[in-house]
C-alpha cells in the first residue's frame, strides 16, 4: 500500500492517467521532476546564460553602475502594497517562530529598502539574481526566475535618469542580438489624466489601470467587460477609454497629436506636466538614436502601483512567443515609503527567462552545436600515460591557454570528443611524437596536422590562437 502522502503528490503529475501497475512500479522515479514554473539549466543553456549574463554586466559597468546583492527573502510587511493585484503573487514563507517573511517578488522594492535602511541619497546600481512568484506556469513564464535590474536613484530635476535608462535598455537588447523588438512607453501622468478625463473617479484608477495593463494579452472587449461587470465602470467611460488606449506611434509624432490645439490632455495638469518631461526625454532618445525602437503607446499601464512617471516596456517581435522581456520606470515614492525621506529613482528589469527562450531558439535555427565550454586546445595522449599528458597540459594551463586532456588509445575517441565539444585544437601524443620529442597539431576547422617541436608547442598554440580571433 503507498503512503497517502506520496499518492497524491504522483497524482497531481500528468502521468498519473497511466494504469495504476505502472505508476507503482515507477513511483520512485516520479520524484526526479522538478517543481512547476521552475527549470533546470544543463551545460548547453549554461553556456547561453554566462554569454548573456557577461553582456549584460558589461553594459551596465559601461554606465558606470556597481553591482548589489540583496536577500531573497524580505519581511513580508516590506513587500506589501506595492504591486497592485499582483501582491497575491507574492510567496509568503512559513512562519519558524520569528519574523514573518516573503520570498522577494522583484528587485526594485529591495533595491529602495536598501537605499532608505542606509541613507542613500545617490546610487547607479545594477543586480542580477532570482525572484519568485506564484504565477500560473506558461512558456517564458516561471515562478523562479533570474531578473537584471539597472536602476539610478538621486536627487534629479531633469530627465536625465530617465534617458539613460532607456538608452541602457536599447544597449542591451540590441547587444544581445535576439532580433526585433519594440519599447512601448508611457507615462504615469498622463495615464492618470487621461482616466480622470475619461470620468473614472480617483479611487479606482490603479484597479482600472491593471484592467488595462492586460491590453497586450486581451481585447478591449474582455478588458471593457472586466471594466464595467467586475469594476464598476461605466459603459460610456469604458468607451471613452477605449477610444483613447487606441492612440499609438513614433514619439514625436504622437506628442505633436496630443498637443494640438482642442487636446483635452492640455486642460489636465498632470498631463501638461507629462507631456513637457516626455518631450525632452523624446528629443535627448532622437540625439542619442535610440528612438527608432520606441513607441509612444497610451495603452501602457503597467499594473504596480509604485511607478509615478514615466514607464516602459520591451517586447519581442520576433517569432518566439515570449511576450515582454523587460520593464520599469520611474519610482519617486517607493524609497520614501521606508524612510519618510523622498528619494527620485528610475529603473528597468530585464527577464533574462524570455530572453533565454529567444537565445536558445536562434541556436537551435541555426542548427549549430551550442559550445558548454570554452576548452581551446585537448591534449590527446593515444595510449594511458598519464604523466605525459600532466606535463602537456600544465604547460598551456600555465600559459593560460583553456585546454583539457584525454587518456585513450582509441584515436578515433578523440576526435569525437573534440569534436563534439567544438575544441578548435588538438595536440595529438602517441609513442611516435614521444620518441622524437615532437607532437602533432590538429586544426579541427581546416582538419590540417603540422608536427612541431616538443620544446615550443605552446608557442605555436598561442600564436595560432590569436591569429584565429
Keep these: 500500500m503507498l503512503p497517502l502522502l506520496e499518492l497524491r503528490r504522483f497524482q497531481k503529475h500528468p502521468w498519473s492517467r497511466q494504469t495504476s501497475i505502472f505508476f507503482h512500479f515507477s513511483l520512485p522515479n516520479a520524484f526526479l521532476y522538478s517543481c512547476q514554473g521552475t527549470r533546470d539549466f544543463g551545460k548547453e543553456q549554461m553556456a547561453i546564460r554566462d554569454r548573456a549574463f557577461s553582456i549584460i554586466t558589461g553594459v551596465f559597468k559601461m554606465h558606470g553602475a556597481v553591482a548589489l546583492d540583496t536577500p531573497v527573502f524580505e519581511l513580508r510587511e516590506t513587500l506589501m502594497g506595492k504591486y497592485g493585484e499582483d501582491s497575491k503573487l507574492i510567496y509568503d514563507l512559513a512562519d519558524q517562530g520569528g519574523e514573518l517573511c516573503s520570498l522577494r517578488y522583484d528587485l526594485t522594492v529591495p533595491f529602495a529598502r536598501y537605499v532608505a535602511m542606509n541613507n542613500i541619497?545617490?546610487?547607479?546600481?545594477?543586480?542580477?539574481?532570482?525572484?519568485?512568484?506564484?504565477?500560473?506556469p506558461s512558456k517564458g513564464r516561471y515562478r523562479e526566475f533570474y531578473q537584471c535590474d539597472f536602476d539610478i536613484a538621486g536627487v534629479y530635476e531633469t530627465m536625465e535618469p530617465d534617458f539613460e535608462v532607456i538608452k541602457v535598455l536599447t544597449e542591451l537588447l540590441d547587444q544581445l542580438d535576439i532580433g526585433s523588438y519594440e519599447i512601448k512607453l508611457n507615462h504615469r501622468k498622463l495615464l492618470d489624466g487621461m482616466l480622470e478625463i475619461c470620468g473614472v473617479p480617483p479611487e479606482k484608477v490603479r484597479t482600472v489601470c491593471s484592467s488595462i495593463d492586460k491590453l497586450d494579452k486581451q481585447t478591449f472587449e474582455q478588458v471593457k467587460k472586466e471594466l464595467v461587470d467586475e469594476k464598476g465602470i461605466s459603459n460610456e467611460t469604458a468607451e471613452m477609454i477605449g477610444d483613447l488606449v487606441k492612440t499609438r506611434g513614433p514619439p514625436l509624432e504622437v506628442l505633436l497629436e496630443l498637443r494640438k490645439e482642442?487636446?483635452?490632455?492640455?486642460?489636465?495638469?498632470?498631463?501638461?506636466?507629462?507631456?513637457?518631461?516626455?518631450?525632452?526625454?523624446?528629443?535627448?532618445?532622437?540625439?542619442?538614436?535610440?528612438?527608432?525602437?520606441?513607441?509612444?503607446?497610451?495603452?501602457?499601464?503597467?499594473?504596480?502601483?509604485?511607478?509615478?512617471?514615466?514607464?516602459?516596456?520591451?517586447?519581442?517581435?520576433?517569432?518566439?512567443?515570449?511576450?515582454?522581456?523587460?520593464?520599469?520606470?520611474?519610482?519617486?515614492?517607493?524609497?520614501?515609503?521606508?524612510?519618510?525621506?523622498?528619494?527620485?529613482?528610475?529603473?528597468?528589469?530585464?527577464?533574462?527567462?524570455?530572453?533565454?527562450?529567444?537565445?536558445?531558439?536562434?541556436?537551435?535555427?541555426?542548427?549549430?552545436?551550442?559550445?558548454?565550454?570554452?576548452?581551446?586546445?585537448?591534449?590527446?595522449?593515444?595510449?594511458?600515460?598519464?604523466?605525459?599528458?600532466?606535463?602537456?597540459?600544465?604547460?598551456?594551463?600555465?600559459s593560460g591557454i583553456k585546454a583539457e586532456f584525454k587518456l585513450t588509445t582509441r584515436i578515433s575517441n578523440h576526435l569525437k570528443y573534440a569534436g563534439q565539444s567544438g575544441i578548435p585544437w588538438m595536440v595529438l601524443v602517441g609513442e611516435s611524437e614521444i620518441s622524437s620529442g615532437k607532437v602533432k597539431l590538429k586544426n579541427m576547422t581546416s582538419t590540417q596536422e603540422e608536427e612541431v617541436e616538443r620544446t615550443k608547442f605552446v608557442q605555436v598554440l598561442e600564436e595560432r590562437l590569436r591569429n584565429s580571433v
Design 121 to 136: 541619497s545617490s546610487l547607479k546600481r545594477y543586480q542580477i539574481a532570482k525572484v519568485y512568484r506564484r504565477d500560473n
Design 262 to 398: 482642442g487636446s483635452k490632455f492640455l486642460e489636465n495638469k498632470g498631463s501638461v506636466v507629462a507631456l513637457n518631461e516626455l518631450e525632452i526625454l523624446f528629443r535627448a532618445l532622437d540625439k542619442a538614436n535610440a528612438i527608432g525602437k520606441i513607441v509612444f503607446d497610451l495603452s501602457l499601464a503597467r499594473g504596480l502601483d509604485y511607478y509615478t512617471g514615466v514607464i516602459y516596456e520591451a517586447v519581442f517581435k520576433g517569432t518566439t512567443q515570449v511576450g515582454s522581456i523587460a520593464a520599469g520606470g520611474r519610482y519617486d515614492n517607493l524609497v520614501g515609503m521606508f524612510s519618510g525621506k523622498q528619494v527620485p529613482a528610475v529603473g528597468v528589469s530585464l527577464g533574462i527567462e524570455r530572453v533565454f527562450a529567444i537565445m536558445e531558439q536562434q541556436e537551435t535555427e541555426k542548427n549549430q552545436v551550442i559550445r558548454a565550454t570554452e576548452t581551446e586546445v585537448l591534449v590527446s595522449i593515444i595510449g594511458k600515460d598519464l604523466i605525459v599528458a600532466a606535463e602537456l597540459v600544465s604547460e598551456l594551463w600555465n
